[in-house]
Each structure stands twice: as structure tokens, then as C-alpha cells.
């Protein structure tokens, strides 16, 4: 008889397709790769890490990094310095017993979505509430137990300019005793939406109040790399759990996440990290730590990497509007992320069934079904969108848009 942690890995997950699709893409250079979630080949940005590799390299700090073990927690001057770092930010003091490095923020979802969901000693079985979807694939299948998301319906805003835009719907959001944890990434993949002020303060309210922690997944959010283009103000107190990441910055590869959180969950995350792992990997922090410890992470966010793909937004959205003329289809606003998330109304065919037809045209993108974990409902809207990266090079976006214009056009008219 399988354990649940056999039954449940032995299939693959919604997460290791897409990074199969992902791996595919990225050695097929015939394939048009707007699907994963690769951060954009910045040359600024490139050359700075450059830069810092070569000071690493030169002052042995790599070789140091490289020759040695961290603690569990990871590289503790780099903690020591984003310490500091965010206590600026966060206008609260945070203390390097507050930081746990972990090899992807990824990996820290898992620890945690297992700590806080699933079933207790008591047989019960606590669940995880994504207050709107739709949420980041990556989500999908952290549990052991299955089953341990659930989500509500947004509410959509139309918006001038063939935009929408999703809203927490409050009146459905009900944070009951089997909800162990509450997440949201802030900005959202696939969407791109970023939650409002008011929005954050009533779902950190809502949690406070059910003695539930709040994860705010900030893969591409404040401090860093802040691809946000609206106003984002994050809570902050001790009932949040702020998940940061390297990885939009520029340096997937490193894999280095960043869990803030209120120090016993550090400890357990600690105890986790040794078993797992026995420490996670430095060199992320030897290439980031003079970054941190001087500010710049913040400046080269805001100067280079959310103006480069600020306009990455625009260009994409303002060609797919001008090449999809059909009403039926809205662009949700590009608030923040990499992504843009489309949605055509009255699909004829499954977003899978988009996807397919897309790649068979060389054009890679993600159907939109995938990103409803916990939302038990035959609601049309989850068959109607698609995401696409706007990381890669106009030439390419240029293409992709030609491709999904006629491929649009053909279904809408096929029906
Ligand atoms: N959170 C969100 C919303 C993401 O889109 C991603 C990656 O695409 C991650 C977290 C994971 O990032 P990493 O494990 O590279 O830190």
C-alpha cells in the first residue's frame, strides 16, 4: 500500500508540467515562449550580476560561499543585512530570527502549506484559503493530503479600454476554523492584479481577527523586485508571513527565497530546512548581500527592472488590442508581474484546447484552467483565459501576437 506522500508524487502535478513546458521551450529556439515564468534577460540588470560576480569572485566571498555550509536558516550576513533592509522598508523591526532563507520560495510554500493545512492530530483536516482566484499554479499541489485549497469567485470590474479587473468578493470570504492559513501573491500570477490598499488591510483585518495567518507571496512585489505598477502597501505585523524571492530579480537559477515571519515559525522552518536540505544554497546571497546591505537591490528594482517591464506591458497590450478587434476579448489590467492575463469570453473550446491549437503553431502559452486551485465550481470564466509572459523580446511578442490573432479569429469563427 503507497504512502499519501507516494500516491501523491508518483503523478506529476500541474507545476512540473508547466516547468517541463518551460524547459522545453527554453532549448527549442523554434518554439515562441510566452508560457513560463522566466523573469526577462535584462542587460542591465545581467551586467550588474556580472559585476557582482566578478567582486565575489575577487574578494573570495564566492569561493568562501561556496567552500562552506550555512546554518540552516542560510548565509547569516545576508540575513543580517535584509534585516535591516526591511526594517526600513517595513517601518517595524525585523530581526534576523525573522528571516529563514530556503532554495526557491517554492520550496518554503511546501513546508509551509503543510505546516498550516492538511490533517491534524486530531484527524481533521485543515485547508488553505486563496481568497480570490484565480492564484498562482504553483499552488496547486503543495499538499500531501489533496484537497487542502479552497477559493471564492472574484468579483470582475469592467473597465474602459477592453481592461477588467478582479476583486476580493468579501461578502463570500468567510475565514472559518478549518482555514489554517490564508494566501495571495501580491502581485498575482497569472493575472497581474494588485490588491488595494483597502483590499490588504480587510483580508490582514479578517485574518487577525480568525487568528489565521495571512502569506503574502511577493515573488514579484515589494521590496523586490517590485514590478508593481500601481500603489502596492503591504501589512505588515505578526500574523503576516511575507514571502520574498531572488528569482524575479534576475537570478532564478540561484533559487533563494526569503520567508519573514514571526520566530517560532523561523524555528520550525529551521528544523525543516536541516532535514530537507541541511542548508540552503549561498550562492544567491554572495551575489546579492552588497546589494542588500547598500540599498541597490531596492534602486536597481525601481530604476531598471519594473520601468523595463512596465513597458514590456504596454507594448504587448497595445498590440493585442489592436490585432483582437472582437469584443469578447478583455485584457485584465497589467497591474504588476510578467504576465498578461486574457480573457475571451464565450471561448468556444477549453483553454487546454487553446493552448494546444497555439502550440501547434510554435506559440507557447498557458491555459488559464490550471490557475483556479480550491475553487470547486463549473464556473465558465476558468475555460475562457490564457497567460502570457511579456519577458521575452518584442520580435517575439510581435510574432506570438500574429499567431494568437488568427488562431482567435478562426475559433470564433469555427463556432
Ligand atoms: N510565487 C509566485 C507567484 C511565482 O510566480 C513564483 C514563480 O514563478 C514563485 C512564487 C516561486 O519562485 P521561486 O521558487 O523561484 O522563488
Redesign the pocket.
Known amino acids: 500500500m503507497p504512502s499519501h506522500f507516494e500516491k501523491k508524487f508518483s503523478q506529476p502535478s500541474a507545476i512540473s508540467s508547466l516547468m517541463e513546458d518551460l524547459n522545453q521551450g527554453v532549448q527549442n529556439d523554434q518554439m515562441l515562449m510566452l508560457g513560463?515564468?522566466n523573469p526577462a534577460q535584462i542587460p542591465a540588470v545581467k551586467a550588474l550580476f556580472q559585476r557582482q560576480i566578478e567582486a565575489a569572485a575577487e574578494d573570495q566571498t564566492l569561493l568562501e560561499g561556496l567552500s562552506n555550509y550555512a546554518g540552516p536558516l542560510g548565509k547569516d550576513s545576508f540575513r543580517q543585512h535584509l534585516a535591516e533592509l526591511l526594517s526600513s522598508v517595513f517601518d517595524s523591526e525585523i530581526q534576523p530570527q525573522h528571516i529563514a532563507l530556503?532554495?526557491?520560495?517554492?520550496?518554503?510554500?511546501f513546508a509551509l502549506a503543510n505546516l498550516f493545512a492538511g490533517q491534524r492530530e486530531d484527524g481533521s483536516l485543515k485547508k488553505i484559503l486563496l481568497p480570490m482566484s484565480p492564484?498562482?499554479?504553483?499552488y496547486s499541489d503543495l499538499g500531501v493530503k489533496d484537497d487542502i485549497f479552497t477559493s471564492i469567485k472574484p468579483q470582475i470590474n469592467l473597465l474602459d479600454n477592453r481592461e477588467f479587473k478582479y476583486q476580493i468578493d468579501f461578502e463570500q470570504l468567510d475565514i472559518t476554523e478549518d482555514i489554517g492559513l490564508v494566501v495571495t501573491?501580491c502581485?498575482?500570477?497569472p493575472s497581474g492584479n494588485v490588491l488595494t490598499e483597502t483590499e490588504l488591510s480587510e483580508l490582514d483585518r479578517r485574518c487577525q481577527a480568525a487568528n489565521t495567518p495571512l502569506l503574502l507571496?511577493?515573488?514579484?512585489g515589494a521590496p523586490f523586485p517590485n514590478i508593481v505598477f500601481s500603489e502596492l502597501k503591504l501589512p505588515f505585523n505578526d500574523n503576516v508571513i511575507l514571502?520574498?524571492?531572488?528569482?524575479?530579480l534576475g537570478l532564478?537559477g540561484a533559487?533563494?527565497?526569503i520567508i519573514v515571519a514571526a520566530p517560532n515559525i523561523i524555528k520550525t522552518l529551521a528544523n525543516l530546512s536541516g532535514v530537507m536540505s541541511l542548508a540552503p544554497g549561498n550562492i544567491g546571497p554572495v551575489i546579492a548581500e552588497s546589494m542588500v546591505s547598500s540599498g541597490e537591490i531596492v534602486k536597481v528594482s525601481n530604476e531598471l527592472i519594473q520601468p523595463y517591464y512596465h513597458d514590456k506591458a504596454c507594448y504587448l497590450a497595445a498590440k493585442l488590442k489592436q490585432a483582437i478587434d472582437d469584443p469578447r476579448f478583455r485584457i485584465h489590467k497589467p497591474e504588476g508581474?510578467i504576465f498578461l492575463w486574457l480573457w475571451f469570453k464565450d471561448l468556444p473550446i477549453s483553454s487546454q484546447a487553446l493552448y494546444l491549437r497555439l502550440k501547434e503553431k510554435r506559440l507557447v502559452v498557458v491555459a488559464g484552467q490550471h490557475f483556479f486551485p480550491g475553487l470547486q465550481s463549473d464556473w465558465r470564466h476558468q475555460q475562457e483565459c490564457v497567460r502570457l509572459s511579456y519577458a521575452q523580446s518584442e520580435e517575439v511578442l510581435d510574432e506570438a501576437v500574429t499567431i494568437l490573432a488568427a488562431e482567435i479569429k478562426a475559433i470564433y469563427a469555427e463556432h
Open positions: 513560463g515564468g530556503t532554495n526557491g520560495s517554492q520550496s518554503a510554500f492564484e498562482y499554479i504553483g501573491s502581485p498575482t500570477n507571496d511577493c515573488a514579484y514571502c520574498l524571492s531572488l528569482s524575479k532564478p533559487r533563494c527565497g508581474a
